[in-house]
């Protein structure tokens, strides 16, 4: 998990997937953390992707730092947990214009069930689960 982190972590962007409907969504996204030993990110609970993610849970992302690209298949958990904004608006204090801890709009999402996997042109893929 942290190395999936530290990746993503490096690449700043990500695209996140979703589902509305029957429908694929695919937006970048840049906020990722590790909050108790779990991979997260965080978005607004009144954006459409919020909505997505709480109706169904599957995701997948997609990052590429110019020469490997990871793909992660997931499940995306709210965490109530207000410490989770509040670690998570602690990595990303530019957020904080638009975000406070506990404001009803502020949400995090786990990452579970994951299955993360590395690839290039040039290296056989390894795939991680987590």
Not at 3 to 21: N, P
Not at 55 to 68: Q, S, T
Not at 79 to 95: K, N
């Amino acid at each position: 998990m942290e190395e999936v982190y530290s990746f993503l972590k490096s690449c700043g962007t990500y695209y996140l997937a979703t589902m509305d409907g029957d429908q694929p969504r695919v937006r970048p996204f840049g906020t990722i953390d590790l909050y108790k030993g779990q991979l997260t990110i965080q978005t607004g609970r009144r954006k459409d992707v919020a909505k997505q993610m709480l109706a169904n849970p599957r995701v997948e992302l997609c990052a590429f730092d110019g020469k490997h690209w990871l793909r992660v298949t997931a499940k995306a958990v709210e965490l109530p947990d207000i410490e989770a904004q509040e670690h998570m608006l602690s990595e990303y204090p530019s957020l904080r214009g638009a975000y406070t801890p506990g404001d009803g709009n502020t949400t995090v999402f786990a990452l579970t069930e994951a299955t993360a996997t590395f690839s290039s042109f040039t290296e056989p893929s390894r795939t991680l689960t987590f």
